[in-house]
Protein backbone atom coordinates (compact mmCIF):
# COMPACT_ATOMS: atom_id res chain seq x y z
CA UNK A 1 0.00 0.00 0.00
CA UNK A 2 2.75 2.31 0.84
CA UNK A 3 3.00 4.73 -2.19
CA UNK A 4 7.15 5.87 -1.91
CA UNK A 5 8.93 3.56 0.30
CA UNK A 6 12.57 3.83 1.21
CA UNK A 7 15.08 1.19 2.71
CA UNK A 8 16.68 1.24 5.02
CA UNK A 9 14.96 3.52 7.70
CA UNK A 10 17.88 3.50 9.25
CA UNK A 11 21.68 3.28 8.88
CA UNK A 12 24.50 3.83 11.23
CA UNK A 13 27.95 3.09 9.93
CA UNK A 14 31.70 3.96 10.23
CA UNK A 15 33.26 7.01 7.81
CA UNK A 16 35.01 5.90 4.64
CA UNK A 17 32.04 3.32 4.26
CA UNK A 18 29.70 3.04 0.57
CA UNK A 19 26.41 2.46 1.49
CA UNK A 20 22.91 2.81 -0.32
CA UNK A 21 19.53 3.71 0.07
CA UNK A 22 17.08 2.02 -2.11
CA UNK A 23 13.40 3.93 -3.02
CA UNK A 24 10.47 2.78 -4.85
CA UNK A 25 6.87 4.36 -5.30
CA UNK A 26 3.87 2.48 -6.86
CA UNK A 27 2.06 5.85 -7.79
CA UNK A 28 2.72 5.91 -11.31
CA UNK A 29 5.17 9.45 -11.15
CA UNK A 30 7.33 9.69 -13.24
CA UNK A 31 9.69 12.05 -11.74
CA UNK A 32 11.48 11.00 -8.91
CA UNK A 33 13.53 13.16 -5.84
CA UNK A 34 16.20 13.41 -3.45
CA UNK A 35 16.08 15.41 -0.47
CA UNK A 36 17.90 15.83 2.56
CA UNK A 37 16.95 17.16 5.71
CA UNK A 38 19.26 18.27 8.18
CA UNK A 39 19.37 18.30 11.76
CA UNK A 40 18.49 22.02 11.98
CA UNK A 41 15.13 20.51 9.83
CA UNK A 42 16.15 22.31 6.28
CA UNK A 43 15.24 20.44 3.20
CA UNK A 44 17.50 20.37 0.40
CA UNK A 45 17.33 19.10 -2.57
CA UNK A 46 19.70 17.01 -3.89
CA UNK A 47 18.82 15.01 -6.91
CA UNK A 48 15.83 14.38 -9.15
CA UNK A 49 15.23 11.97 -12.16
CA UNK A 50 12.33 12.43 -15.11
CA UNK A 51 11.64 8.97 -16.13
CA UNK A 52 15.13 7.48 -15.72
CA UNK A 53 17.16 10.83 -16.87
CA UNK A 54 18.92 12.80 -14.77
CA UNK A 55 17.11 16.62 -14.56
CA UNK A 56 18.40 18.32 -11.29
CA UNK A 57 21.93 17.71 -9.79
CA UNK A 58 22.13 20.55 -7.15
CA UNK A 59 25.73 21.08 -6.52
CA UNK A 60 26.07 17.15 -4.81
CA UNK A 61 29.89 16.03 -4.32
CA UNK A 62 30.11 13.14 -6.46
CA UNK A 63 30.82 10.82 -3.61
CA UNK A 64 26.74 10.86 -3.67
CA UNK A 65 25.07 8.91 -7.28
CA UNK A 66 22.34 8.50 -7.37
CA UNK A 67 20.89 5.42 -9.86
CA UNK A 68 17.50 4.56 -11.57
CA UNK A 69 16.84 1.66 -13.59
CA UNK A 70 13.24 2.77 -13.58
CA UNK A 71 10.75 5.37 -13.76
CA UNK A 72 9.48 3.28 -10.34
CA UNK A 73 13.01 3.27 -8.70
CA UNK A 74 15.66 5.80 -7.59
CA UNK A 75 18.13 4.61 -5.57
CA UNK A 76 21.30 6.62 -3.75
CA UNK A 77 24.60 5.87 -3.38
CA UNK A 78 26.89 7.06 -0.73
CA UNK A 79 31.22 7.02 -1.52
CA UNK A 80 33.36 7.08 1.12
CA UNK A 81 31.23 8.30 3.96
CA UNK A 82 31.97 11.64 5.85
CA UNK A 83 30.48 12.87 9.32
CA UNK A 84 28.80 15.81 7.62
CA UNK A 85 26.79 12.91 5.58
CA UNK A 86 24.77 12.18 8.51
CA UNK A 87 20.93 13.28 8.31
CA UNK A 88 17.70 12.41 7.29
CA UNK A 89 17.54 11.23 3.35
CA UNK A 90 13.67 11.42 1.76
CA UNK A 91 13.08 10.41 -1.26
CA UNK A 92 9.74 11.65 -3.13
CA UNK A 93 8.22 11.03 -6.41
CA UNK A 94 5.45 13.69 -8.41
CA UNK A 95 3.29 13.00 -11.67
CA UNK A 96 4.18 14.66 -14.85
CA UNK A 97 2.76 17.90 -15.55
CA UNK A 98 -0.61 17.85 -17.08
CA UNK A 99 -1.36 14.55 -15.01
CA UNK A 100 -2.47 15.25 -11.24
CA UNK A 101 -1.45 18.89 -10.02
CA UNK A 102 2.36 18.23 -9.52
CA UNK A 103 2.34 17.85 -5.78
CA UNK A 104 5.22 15.88 -4.08
CA UNK A 105 4.84 12.67 -2.14
CA UNK A 106 7.46 11.99 0.45
CA UNK A 107 8.84 8.38 1.32
CA UNK A 108 9.30 7.91 5.56
CA UNK A 109 12.94 9.13 4.83
CA UNK A 110 16.46 6.88 5.70
CA UNK A 111 18.14 8.43 8.76
CA UNK A 112 21.55 7.64 8.17
CA UNK A 113 24.47 8.04 10.88
CA UNK A 114 28.03 8.01 10.17
CA UNK A 115 30.47 7.24 13.56
CA UNK B 1 16.67 31.66 -6.57
CA UNK B 2 13.31 32.64 -4.72
CA UNK B 3 13.45 33.36 -1.25
CA UNK B 4 11.26 31.50 1.54
CA UNK B 5 10.34 33.48 5.08
CA UNK B 6 7.58 31.51 7.34
CA UNK B 7 6.44 33.06 10.32
CA UNK B 8 6.27 32.31 13.13
CA UNK B 9 9.36 30.15 13.55
CA UNK B 10 7.90 28.55 16.63
CA UNK B 11 4.14 27.94 18.22
CA UNK B 12 2.87 27.15 21.21
CA UNK B 13 -0.79 26.31 21.62
CA UNK B 14 -3.67 25.06 24.10
CA UNK B 15 -5.68 22.27 22.25
CA UNK B 16 -8.98 24.20 20.45
CA UNK B 17 -7.23 27.48 19.58
CA UNK B 18 -6.69 28.67 16.11
CA UNK B 19 -3.31 29.54 14.21
CA UNK B 20 -2.15 31.10 11.41
CA UNK B 21 0.93 30.59 9.58
CA UNK B 22 2.51 32.74 7.08
CA UNK B 23 4.54 32.14 4.07
CA UNK B 24 6.31 34.96 2.25
CA UNK B 25 7.71 34.44 -1.08
CA UNK B 26 10.72 36.91 -2.99
CA UNK B 27 8.85 35.87 -7.25
CA UNK B 28 5.95 34.97 -8.60
CA UNK B 29 5.02 31.49 -8.41
CA UNK B 30 3.42 28.67 -10.34
CA UNK B 31 3.70 26.34 -7.65
CA UNK B 32 3.29 26.51 -3.48
CA UNK B 33 3.07 23.31 -1.56
CA UNK B 34 2.03 23.32 2.43
CA UNK B 35 3.78 20.15 4.09
CA UNK B 36 3.54 18.92 7.43
CA UNK B 37 6.13 17.18 9.30
CA UNK B 38 5.01 15.05 12.26
CA UNK B 39 7.13 14.34 15.24
CA UNK B 40 7.73 10.96 13.91
CA UNK B 41 9.83 12.61 10.55
CA UNK B 42 6.76 11.34 8.46
CA UNK B 43 6.25 14.48 5.36
CA UNK B 44 2.89 14.81 4.63
CA UNK B 45 1.30 17.06 1.42
CA UNK B 46 -1.15 19.65 2.84
CA UNK B 47 -2.41 21.46 -0.06
CA UNK B 48 -1.17 22.38 -3.86
CA UNK B 49 -1.82 25.90 -3.39
CA UNK B 50 0.09 28.17 -6.12
CA UNK B 51 -3.16 30.67 -5.67
CA UNK B 52 -6.88 30.97 -4.36
CA UNK B 53 -8.02 29.16 -1.34
CA UNK B 54 -8.29 25.57 0.25
CA UNK B 55 -9.84 23.85 2.75
CA UNK B 56 -9.45 20.38 3.96
CA UNK B 57 -11.79 19.88 7.05
CA UNK B 58 -9.90 21.83 9.77
CA UNK B 59 -7.06 23.03 7.86
CA UNK B 60 -7.60 25.80 4.91
CA UNK B 61 -4.74 27.43 2.97
CA UNK B 62 -4.88 30.91 0.82
CA UNK B 63 -2.21 31.98 -1.63
CA UNK B 64 -2.62 35.54 -2.72
CA UNK B 65 0.04 34.99 -5.51
CA UNK B 66 -0.16 38.90 -6.69
CA UNK B 67 1.29 39.81 -2.98
CA UNK B 68 3.87 36.94 -2.89
CA UNK B 69 2.63 35.47 0.57
CA UNK B 70 0.73 32.12 1.27
CA UNK B 71 -1.38 31.30 5.03
CA UNK B 72 -2.15 28.02 6.36
CA UNK B 73 -5.00 28.25 8.72
CA UNK B 74 -5.50 25.45 11.79
CA UNK B 75 -8.67 25.70 13.40
CA UNK B 76 -9.89 23.78 16.43
CA UNK B 77 -5.97 22.97 16.89
CA UNK B 78 -5.65 18.82 18.26
CA UNK B 79 -1.88 17.39 19.91
CA UNK B 80 -1.74 15.81 16.57
CA UNK B 81 -1.20 18.81 14.56
CA UNK B 82 2.19 19.47 16.20
CA UNK B 83 4.98 19.18 14.44
CA UNK B 84 6.89 21.55 11.82
CA UNK B 85 4.78 22.91 9.12
CA UNK B 86 7.14 24.01 5.55
CA UNK B 87 6.06 26.16 2.69
CA UNK B 88 7.66 25.48 -0.97
CA UNK B 89 7.22 27.31 -3.45
CA UNK B 90 8.43 27.28 -7.02
CA UNK B 91 8.60 29.64 -10.08
CA UNK B 92 8.07 26.42 -12.34
CA UNK B 93 4.73 24.23 -12.82
CA UNK B 94 5.86 21.51 -11.48
CA UNK B 95 7.26 20.38 -8.51
CA UNK B 96 10.89 20.23 -9.57
CA UNK B 97 12.53 23.28 -8.07
CA UNK B 98 10.70 23.54 -5.04
CA UNK B 99 12.27 25.41 -2.40
CA UNK B 100 11.64 24.82 1.29
CA UNK B 101 11.31 26.97 3.84
CA UNK B 102 12.77 26.62 7.69
CA UNK B 103 9.81 25.45 8.75
CA UNK B 104 7.37 26.47 11.80
CA UNK B 105 6.80 24.02 14.72
CA UNK B 106 3.88 24.17 16.08
CA UNK B 107 3.28 22.22 19.75
CA UNK B 108 -0.13 21.86 20.32
CA UNK B 109 -0.41 21.26 24.27
CA UNK B 110 -3.47 19.08 25.96
Known amino acids: DTAVSQTPKYLVTQMGNDKSIKCEQN?????MYWYKQDSKKFLKIMFSYNNKELIINETVPNRFSPKSPDKAHLNLHINSLELGDSAVYFC??????????????FGEGSRLTVL | GIQVEQSPPDLILQEGANSTLRCNFS?????LQWFHQNPWGQLINLFYIPSGTKQNGRLSATTVATERYSLLYISSSQTTDSGVYFCAPSTQGGSEKLVFGKGMKLTVNP
Open chain 1, 92 to 105: ASSPPRGRGTGELF
Open chain 2, 27 to 31: DSVNN
Open chain 1, 27 to 31: LGHDT
